[in-house]
Protein backbone atom coordinates (compact mmCIF):
# COMPACT_ATOMS: atom_id res chain seq x y z
CA UNK A 1 0.00 0.00 0.00
CA UNK A 2 1.39 3.71 -1.42
CA UNK A 3 2.23 6.13 1.81
CA UNK A 4 -0.04 8.95 1.57
CA UNK A 5 -0.62 12.26 2.98
CA UNK A 6 -4.43 13.79 3.75
CA UNK A 7 -4.87 17.16 3.58
CA UNK A 8 -8.70 18.43 4.12
CA UNK A 9 -9.96 22.56 4.00
CA UNK A 10 -12.94 22.66 5.55
CA UNK A 11 -15.30 25.85 5.10
CA UNK A 12 -17.57 26.83 8.13
CA UNK A 13 -19.60 29.96 8.52
CA UNK A 14 -21.73 31.51 11.44
CA UNK A 15 -23.56 34.78 12.12
CA UNK A 16 -22.36 37.34 14.73
CA UNK A 17 -25.17 39.34 16.58
CA UNK A 18 -25.49 42.21 14.87
CA UNK A 19 -26.26 40.27 11.57
CA UNK A 20 -22.47 40.38 10.07
CA UNK A 21 -22.06 37.05 8.54
CA UNK A 22 -18.29 35.83 10.25
CA UNK A 23 -16.55 33.08 7.89
CA UNK A 24 -14.25 30.73 9.77
CA UNK A 25 -11.80 28.71 7.37
CA UNK A 26 -10.26 25.94 8.84
CA UNK A 27 -7.00 23.60 7.81
CA UNK A 28 -6.81 19.81 9.20
CA UNK A 29 -4.37 17.87 8.21
CA UNK A 30 -3.98 13.89 7.99
CA UNK A 31 -1.45 11.90 7.21
CA UNK A 32 0.40 8.11 7.12
CA UNK A 33 3.08 6.33 6.29
CA UNK A 34 2.42 3.32 4.67
CA UNK A 35 -1.37 3.10 5.68
CA UNK A 36 -0.19 3.15 8.82
CA UNK A 37 0.11 5.50 11.80
CA UNK A 38 1.12 3.52 14.72
CA UNK A 39 4.26 3.56 16.66
CA UNK A 40 5.97 0.75 15.02
CA UNK A 41 5.70 3.42 11.81
CA UNK A 42 7.85 5.95 14.26
CA UNK A 43 10.36 2.87 14.92
CA UNK A 44 10.73 1.56 11.79
CA UNK A 45 11.68 4.82 10.25
CA UNK A 46 13.46 6.68 12.83
CA UNK A 47 10.79 9.14 13.33
CA UNK A 48 11.08 10.65 16.90
CA UNK A 49 8.80 14.04 15.52
CA UNK A 50 6.47 14.74 13.00
CA UNK A 51 6.53 19.10 12.32
CA UNK A 52 3.47 20.44 10.23
CA UNK A 53 3.88 24.11 8.92
CA UNK A 54 1.31 25.81 6.68
CA UNK A 55 2.73 29.01 5.28
CA UNK A 56 0.08 31.61 3.72
CA UNK A 57 -1.34 34.96 4.82
CA UNK A 58 -0.05 33.74 7.73
CA UNK A 59 2.33 30.91 9.52
CA UNK A 60 1.74 28.02 11.95
CA UNK A 61 3.66 25.84 13.43
CA UNK A 62 3.03 22.15 14.98
CA UNK A 63 5.44 19.59 16.47
CA UNK A 64 4.15 16.30 17.23
CA UNK A 65 6.09 13.65 19.25
CA UNK A 66 5.52 10.74 16.70
CA UNK A 67 4.58 8.44 19.27
CA UNK A 68 1.92 10.74 21.04
CA UNK A 69 0.10 12.10 17.69
CA UNK A 70 -3.64 12.13 17.69
CA UNK A 71 -5.41 9.75 15.27
CA UNK A 72 -8.55 11.10 13.36
CA UNK A 73 -11.56 9.03 13.10
CA UNK A 74 -9.72 7.38 10.36
CA UNK A 75 -7.00 5.96 11.81
CA UNK A 76 -4.87 8.55 10.51
CA UNK A 77 -2.70 10.62 12.53
CA UNK A 78 -4.01 14.49 12.14
CA UNK A 79 -3.67 18.08 13.36
CA UNK A 80 -6.74 18.12 15.63
CA UNK A 81 -8.03 21.55 15.68
CA UNK A 82 -4.73 23.51 16.19
CA UNK A 83 -5.14 24.70 11.83
CA UNK A 84 -8.65 25.82 12.55
CA UNK A 85 -9.25 29.77 12.21
CA UNK A 86 -6.52 30.60 9.88
CA UNK A 87 -6.68 33.71 8.00
CA UNK A 88 -8.21 33.16 4.45
CA UNK A 89 -5.90 32.25 1.36
CA UNK A 90 -3.29 29.97 -0.11
CA UNK A 91 -1.12 27.78 2.06
CA UNK A 92 1.99 25.91 1.00
CA UNK A 93 1.62 22.91 3.34
CA UNK A 94 4.27 20.66 4.10
CA UNK A 95 4.70 17.72 6.62
CA UNK A 96 8.49 16.56 8.01
CA UNK A 97 9.34 13.50 9.64
CA UNK A 98 12.19 14.58 12.22
CA UNK A 99 14.58 11.72 14.16
CA UNK A 100 15.49 12.58 17.55
CA UNK A 101 17.55 15.45 16.94
CA UNK A 102 15.25 17.36 14.98
CA UNK A 103 17.08 17.05 11.28
CA UNK A 104 14.55 16.26 8.55
CA UNK A 105 14.45 12.58 7.76
CA UNK A 106 11.76 12.89 4.73
CA UNK A 107 9.16 15.79 3.46
CA UNK A 108 5.83 15.93 1.49
CA UNK A 109 3.66 19.87 0.86
CA UNK A 110 1.38 20.37 -0.96
CA UNK A 111 -0.47 24.19 -1.87
CA UNK A 112 -4.03 24.31 -0.77
CA UNK A 113 -6.42 27.37 -0.76
CA UNK A 114 -9.15 27.91 1.75
CA UNK A 115 -11.65 29.01 -0.47
CA UNK A 116 -12.67 25.80 -1.73
CA UNK A 117 -14.66 23.83 0.47
CA UNK A 118 -13.83 20.29 1.52
CA UNK A 119 -10.66 20.55 -1.06
CA UNK A 120 -8.01 17.73 -0.75
CA UNK A 121 -5.06 16.12 -2.02
CA UNK A 122 -3.34 13.09 -1.41
CA UNK A 123 0.36 13.54 -1.22
CA UNK A 124 2.15 9.51 -1.88
CA UNK A 125 5.24 9.08 -0.11
CA UNK A 126 7.90 6.46 -1.16
CA UNK A 127 10.21 4.68 0.37
CA UNK A 128 12.95 6.72 -1.45
CA UNK A 129 12.05 9.60 0.93
CA UNK A 130 13.21 7.73 3.90
CA UNK A 131 16.64 6.93 1.97
CA UNK A 132 18.38 7.25 5.15
CA UNK A 133 20.07 10.83 4.06
CA UNK A 134 19.08 13.03 7.01
CA UNK A 135 18.86 17.51 6.70
CA UNK A 136 20.22 19.13 9.27
CA UNK A 137 17.49 20.50 11.92
CA UNK A 138 17.57 24.34 10.97
CA UNK A 139 17.65 27.18 13.88
CA UNK A 140 16.35 30.26 14.09
CA UNK A 141 18.02 33.35 14.49
CA UNK A 142 16.37 36.48 15.11
CA UNK A 143 17.89 40.46 13.98
CA UNK A 144 17.01 43.46 16.68
CA UNK A 145 17.61 46.57 16.20
CA UNK A 146 16.85 50.19 18.02
CA UNK A 147 18.12 53.75 17.59
CA UNK A 148 19.38 55.96 20.88
CA UNK A 149 18.94 52.29 22.69
CA UNK A 150 15.43 51.31 24.63
CA UNK A 151 13.00 52.75 26.08
CA UNK A 152 13.18 50.34 28.75
CA UNK A 153 16.79 49.78 29.16
CA UNK A 154 16.82 45.92 28.19
CA UNK A 155 18.58 44.74 24.49
CA UNK A 156 15.13 43.95 22.92
CA UNK A 157 13.07 46.09 24.49
CA UNK A 158 11.02 49.40 22.41
CA UNK A 159 13.00 51.42 20.31
CA UNK A 160 14.18 55.26 21.68
CA UNK A 161 14.06 56.40 18.38
CA UNK A 162 12.05 55.29 15.18
CA UNK A 163 12.93 54.97 12.26
CA UNK A 164 10.75 57.75 10.66
CA UNK A 165 12.31 59.94 12.86
CA UNK A 166 15.88 59.60 11.69
CA UNK A 167 15.32 58.60 7.41
CA UNK A 168 16.10 55.22 8.37
CA UNK A 169 14.33 52.94 5.56
CA UNK A 170 16.24 50.07 5.63
CA UNK A 171 18.27 47.89 7.92
CA UNK A 172 21.13 45.85 6.02
CA UNK A 173 21.77 42.74 7.89
CA UNK A 174 25.08 40.64 6.87
CA UNK A 175 25.12 36.93 7.86
CA UNK A 176 28.09 35.20 7.41
CA UNK A 177 29.26 37.60 4.39
CA UNK A 178 25.98 37.55 2.66
CA UNK A 179 24.33 40.88 2.78
CA UNK A 180 20.16 41.33 3.06
CA UNK A 181 18.39 44.14 3.42
CA UNK A 182 15.11 44.36 5.68
CA UNK A 183 12.44 47.25 5.82
CA UNK A 184 13.75 49.10 9.20
CA UNK A 185 10.38 49.81 10.98
CA UNK A 186 9.10 45.81 10.50
CA UNK A 187 5.72 46.75 11.35
CA UNK A 188 6.60 48.52 14.23
CA UNK A 189 8.23 45.38 15.90
CA UNK A 190 12.22 46.59 14.72
CA UNK A 191 13.00 42.65 14.65
CA UNK A 192 13.35 40.12 11.59
CA UNK A 193 13.65 35.90 12.49
CA UNK A 194 15.28 33.70 9.94
CA UNK A 195 16.10 30.44 9.64
CA UNK A 196 20.16 29.22 9.89
CA UNK A 197 21.57 26.06 10.15
CA UNK A 198 22.68 24.81 13.67
CA UNK A 199 26.27 26.49 15.04
CA UNK A 200 28.16 29.97 15.18
CA UNK A 201 27.09 33.13 12.65
CA UNK A 202 28.54 36.03 12.24
CA UNK A 203 26.31 38.71 11.92
CA UNK A 204 26.77 42.49 11.36
CA UNK A 205 24.40 45.48 10.55
CA UNK A 206 24.01 49.00 9.22
CA UNK A 207 21.07 51.41 8.66
CA UNK A 208 20.00 52.92 5.01
CA UNK A 209 17.92 55.40 3.63
CA UNK A 210 15.56 55.36 1.04
CA UNK A 211 18.36 55.73 -1.86
CA UNK A 212 20.14 52.60 -0.17
CA UNK A 213 22.74 54.87 1.09
CA UNK A 214 24.48 54.26 4.75
CA UNK A 215 22.79 56.53 7.25
CA UNK A 216 25.71 54.74 10.06
CA UNK A 217 28.50 52.87 10.35
CA UNK A 218 28.35 49.46 11.34
CA UNK A 219 27.16 47.83 14.08
CA UNK A 220 30.01 45.71 14.35
CA UNK A 221 30.97 41.99 13.64
CA UNK A 222 29.03 39.94 16.02
CA UNK A 223 29.32 35.93 16.40
CA UNK A 224 26.09 34.43 17.55
CA UNK A 225 25.48 30.65 18.41
CA UNK A 226 21.78 29.27 17.73
CA UNK A 227 20.68 25.85 17.70
CA UNK A 228 17.10 24.13 17.58
CA UNK A 229 16.98 23.90 21.07
CA UNK A 230 18.19 27.57 21.63
CA UNK A 231 17.63 30.29 18.93
CA UNK A 232 20.32 33.04 18.35
CA UNK A 233 19.63 36.21 19.14
CA UNK A 234 21.34 39.49 18.29
CA UNK A 235 20.75 43.16 18.82
CA UNK A 236 22.24 46.34 17.11
CA UNK A 237 22.17 49.42 18.93
CA UNK A 238 22.68 52.67 16.54
CA UNK A 239 23.31 55.44 18.86
CA UNK A 240 23.47 59.21 17.59
CA UNK A 241 27.11 59.18 17.16
CA UNK A 242 26.86 56.64 14.83
CA UNK A 243 24.75 58.41 12.46
CA UNK A 244 26.64 60.33 9.76
CA UNK A 245 24.18 63.39 9.99
CA UNK A 246 24.63 65.20 13.12
CA UNK A 247 22.42 67.58 12.43
CA UNK A 248 18.92 65.74 13.62
CA UNK A 249 17.38 66.92 16.68
CA UNK A 250 14.40 66.74 19.12
CA UNK A 251 12.62 67.47 22.12
CA UNK A 252 13.36 66.11 25.48
CA UNK A 253 10.18 65.24 27.39
CA UNK A 254 9.92 64.60 31.35
CA UNK A 255 8.02 65.63 34.49
CA UNK A 256 8.96 66.43 38.17
CA UNK A 257 8.24 65.40 41.58
CA UNK A 258 10.00 66.15 45.00
CA UNK A 259 10.41 63.73 47.60
CA UNK A 260 8.02 61.76 45.75
CA UNK A 261 4.76 64.29 45.89
CA UNK A 262 4.12 67.34 43.76
CA UNK A 263 5.73 70.95 44.84
CA UNK A 264 2.47 72.40 46.33
CA UNK A 265 2.79 69.28 48.97
CA UNK A 266 6.45 69.59 50.23
CA UNK A 267 7.36 71.32 53.32
CA UNK A 268 7.76 73.80 52.43
CA UNK A 269 6.12 74.40 49.13
CA UNK A 270 8.85 74.62 46.25
CA UNK A 271 8.69 77.79 44.51
CA UNK A 272 10.78 78.09 41.48
CA UNK A 273 13.05 74.89 39.35
CA UNK A 274 16.60 75.94 37.77
CA UNK A 275 17.58 73.83 34.78
CA UNK A 276 21.33 73.27 33.68
CA UNK A 277 21.78 71.18 30.46
CA UNK A 278 25.14 69.98 29.56
CA UNK A 279 27.52 68.98 26.50
CA UNK A 280 30.65 67.56 27.37
CA UNK A 281 30.57 69.54 30.87
CA UNK A 282 29.66 72.25 29.65
CA UNK A 283 26.78 74.48 28.99
CA UNK A 284 25.33 75.34 25.66
CA UNK A 285 24.99 78.61 24.11
CA UNK A 286 22.75 79.85 23.34
CA UNK A 287 20.49 77.83 26.20
CA UNK A 288 17.58 75.62 24.85
CA UNK A 289 14.44 76.49 27.02
CA UNK A 290 12.27 74.13 29.07
CA UNK A 291 9.04 74.78 28.03
CA UNK A 292 5.78 74.02 30.47
CA UNK A 293 2.17 73.35 29.46
CA UNK A 294 1.29 76.26 29.34
CA UNK A 295 3.79 77.10 27.24
CA UNK A 296 6.08 79.09 29.70
CA UNK A 297 9.41 79.37 29.06
CA UNK A 298 12.83 79.69 30.47
CA UNK A 299 16.39 79.08 29.75
CA UNK A 300 18.09 75.37 30.54
CA UNK A 301 21.38 77.57 31.44
CA UNK A 302 21.34 76.81 35.66
CA UNK A 303 20.49 80.09 36.57
CA UNK A 304 16.95 81.37 35.20
CA UNK A 305 14.06 80.64 37.71
CA UNK A 306 11.17 78.46 36.07
CA UNK A 307 7.56 77.40 36.73
CA UNK A 308 7.19 74.51 38.70
CA UNK A 309 4.48 71.60 38.10
CA UNK A 310 2.74 69.01 38.91
CA UNK A 311 4.01 65.36 38.65
CA UNK A 312 1.26 64.75 35.67
CA UNK A 313 2.50 67.86 33.81
CA UNK A 314 4.89 67.05 31.02
CA UNK A 315 7.99 69.67 30.37
CA UNK A 316 9.80 69.47 27.27
CA UNK A 317 13.13 70.73 26.63
CA UNK A 318 13.00 71.90 22.62
CA UNK A 319 14.59 70.94 19.84
CA UNK A 320 18.25 70.03 20.57
CA UNK A 321 20.56 68.53 18.63
CA UNK A 322 20.34 64.86 19.19
CA UNK A 323 22.94 62.71 21.65
CA UNK A 324 24.05 62.39 24.95
CA UNK A 325 24.04 64.95 27.58
CA UNK A 326 24.09 65.74 31.36
CA UNK A 327 20.86 67.43 33.22
CA UNK A 328 20.59 69.22 36.31
CA UNK A 329 17.26 70.26 38.17
CA UNK A 330 16.70 72.31 41.42
CA UNK A 331 14.01 73.34 43.25
CA UNK A 332 13.94 76.23 45.14
CA UNK A 333 12.18 78.36 47.72
CA UNK A 334 10.87 82.20 46.89
CA UNK A 335 12.81 85.28 46.67
CA UNK A 336 11.88 85.75 50.55
CA UNK A 337 13.83 82.77 51.55
CA UNK A 338 16.46 83.95 49.20
CA UNK A 339 15.94 81.44 46.66
CA UNK A 340 17.57 78.85 48.27
CA UNK A 341 18.01 75.54 46.54
CA UNK A 342 16.64 72.37 48.60
CA UNK A 343 16.04 70.09 46.44
CA UNK A 344 18.22 68.63 43.33
CA UNK A 345 17.77 65.73 41.26
CA UNK A 346 19.71 62.56 41.54
CA UNK A 347 18.25 59.72 39.15
CA UNK A 348 15.44 59.35 37.22
CA UNK A 349 12.96 55.98 36.10
CA UNK A 350 13.15 54.39 33.34
CA UNK A 351 17.26 53.47 34.19
CA UNK A 352 19.17 52.08 31.42
CA UNK A 353 21.61 49.58 33.29
CA UNK A 354 22.15 48.06 29.73
CA UNK A 355 23.59 51.13 28.16
CA UNK A 356 24.15 53.31 31.09
CA UNK A 357 23.29 56.74 29.51
CA UNK A 358 19.68 57.37 30.08
CA UNK A 359 19.16 58.08 33.62
CA UNK A 360 22.30 57.00 36.22
CA UNK A 361 23.72 59.98 38.20
CA UNK A 362 26.96 61.18 37.66
CA UNK A 363 28.26 63.83 40.13
CA UNK A 364 26.84 67.10 41.47
CA UNK A 365 23.37 65.94 40.40
CA UNK A 366 23.84 66.03 37.21
CA UNK A 367 22.34 62.73 35.58
CA UNK A 368 23.39 61.39 32.20
CA UNK A 369 20.13 61.72 29.51
CA UNK A 370 19.67 61.22 25.80
CA UNK A 371 17.54 63.52 23.66
CA UNK A 372 16.37 61.52 21.25
CA UNK A 373 14.93 62.60 17.29
CA UNK A 374 11.85 64.00 16.85
CA UNK A 375 9.13 65.88 18.64
CA UNK A 376 7.54 62.60 20.24
CA UNK A 377 10.05 61.00 22.58
CA UNK A 378 9.42 58.89 25.81
CA UNK A 379 8.86 61.05 29.16
CA UNK A 380 11.99 60.55 32.03
CA UNK A 381 10.58 60.85 35.31
CA UNK A 382 12.35 62.74 37.72
CA UNK A 383 12.17 62.47 41.47
CA UNK A 384 13.98 65.11 43.02
CA UNK A 385 15.64 64.88 46.20
CA UNK A 386 15.90 67.16 49.15
CA UNK A 387 19.94 68.00 49.41
CA UNK A 388 19.20 70.80 52.30
CA UNK A 389 17.01 70.57 55.21
CA UNK A 390 19.15 73.55 57.31
CA UNK A 391 17.88 77.42 57.61
CA UNK A 392 14.96 78.30 54.91
CA UNK A 393 15.20 74.60 54.27
CA UNK A 394 14.18 73.25 56.87
CA UNK A 395 10.40 71.81 57.39
CA UNK A 396 8.23 74.03 59.22
Known amino acids: MKPKLLVTSLLMAGMAAACTVVVLEDLEVEWSVAGYADTQVCDDFGIAFWEVEAVGPEKVTKRFDCAATPLSPDNNWYSEDWLYDVEAGTYDVTVYALDATAGVLAERSVTLSTSVPASSALIDFTEADFDGTVTPAKAKLTFYWNINGTQDGTDYGPSWDTCDEVGAAQIAVTLDGVESTYDCDASGEMKMEVEVEEGDHTVNAVLLDSAGQALTTEAGVVTVAATAATPGEYSADFYAPSFF????????????????????????????????????????????????????????????????????????????????????????????????ICWESRDCTPVDTAAGKYCNTAANGLVDIVIGAGVDNPTLDFDLERINTDGYCAAM
Do not use: H, M, R
Open 245 to 340: DGEITGDFWFTTSFEGVSYDATNPNVYNQISLIQLDGAGLNPAPEVCGPDNECYAADGGAFGGVYTPTDILKIKTVKWGFYTLLLQGTLDQAAGNE
